[in-house]
DNA sequence: TAAATCCTGTCA
DNA sequence: TGACAGGATTTA
């Protein structure tokens, strides 16, 4: 469920209310969602440690502890983290539970069980799907010429390669619809046939749209909340997710649904060329 | 490059 | 009841 934007707004609703706080138990309910790693080990480890900073990868969510030690989360589609007064009262499909000194739960909840934890010992290697990991879209060193590079000399559809985290980090698929309505560029246009031009377009409509959204602090549709469990907003600002039918914001023209990658897909057949 | 897979919930 | 869902990996 949550992109760039939404695991960022995660991030930085919890990072105040958890630095410092250190770790009194860790309850792990879904063996599988430990990635290499048996959930009495990764209890073990947990215990006593105390968290100093958040940082976000892509769209995962990473712990800081101490001596370098973190752990990373992948919330997928459904997975929510949240911070709750601790007591009896649960929700379902609660399949962690963080007890923190100060009286208050850190809980995952993920009904479709799709979230992942791994647990990154300092100096180690990181496991494949992070250490895979593209660039990151809003970092300072994301230009127009890295992104060009990227693209150049592929031959499949743009909207996949945007969702491809080995090539990019964070996009999924609702940013990327929004990216390529921003920029003028119809999602099934081959990835590496895109003018100079349109490659800077595109550039800066991802950007300012990943920009734009953590602004309004994600885009909520169904599930996605941050970790105090507030919605976000950029759902009121998407020009095409979801608006099949809808008059395109830009130019009046219905916006279409068809299916690329296997992935539901938004744009504007008279703004995306 | 597509489809199947992992899961459950929701909506038409 | 069937289609679909913000993701990613594996298999064909």
Redesign the pocket.
């Known amino acids: 469920?949550?992109?760039l934007p939404?695991v960022e707004t995660i991030k930085r609703s919890l990072a105040p209310r958890l630095l410092g706080r250190s770790i009194l138990e860790a309850d792990v309910r879904l063996r599988?969602m430990v990635e290499g790693m048996e959930p009495a080990e990764l209890r073990r480890r947990l215990l006593g440690q105390v968290i100093g900073g958040l940082d976000r990868r892509?769209?995962?969510l990473l712990l800081e502890l101490a001596a370098g030690d973190r752990v990373a989360f992948?919330?997928?589609?459904?997975g929510r983290l949240l911070l709750r007064p601790a007591g009896p009262a649960e929700e379902?499909?609660t399949y962690l539970v963080f007890r923190l000194a100060g009286g208050e739960d850190l809980v995952y909840i993920d009904?479709?069980?799709?979230g992942?934890l791994y647990y990154l010992p300092a100096g180690e290697e990181l496991p494949?799907?992070l250490a895979?990991l593209g660039p990151e879209p809003l970092g300072a060193d994301f230009t127009p010429s890295l992104l060009a590079g990227i693209l150049a000399g592929?031959?499949?559809?743009i909207k996949?390669t945007l969702?491809d985290?080995?090539l990019l980090a964070?996009?999924?698929?609702?940013?990327?619809d929004e990216i390529l309505h921003r920029a003028g560029v119809h999602p099934t246009r081959?990835a590496g046939g895109l003018k100079e031009e349109e490659v800077l377009r595109l550039h800066g409509a991802m950007r300012a749209v990943l920009t734009e959204a953590i602004c309004y602090r994600?885009?909520?549709?169904?599930?996605?909340?941050d970790g105090e469990g507030r919605?976000?907003d950029y759902?009121e600002r998407l020009a095409v997710?979801?608006r099949a039918g809808e008059p395109c914001l830009a130019c009046g023209h219905p916006i279409r649904?068809i299916?690329?990658?296997?992935?539901?897909t938004y744009f504007c057949p008279a703004c995306q060329v």
């Open positions: 469920m949550p992109e939404e599988k892509g769209k995962y992948h919330l997928r589609m459904t379902p499909h009904p479709r069980k799709f992942r494949p799907p895979m592929r031959r499949g559809a996949p969702l985290q080995r964070g996009i999924g698929n609702i940013y990327a081959p994600g885009t909520s549709k169904r599930d996605y909340v919605p976000g759902q997710y979801g649904r299916v690329v990658g296997g992935r539901g």
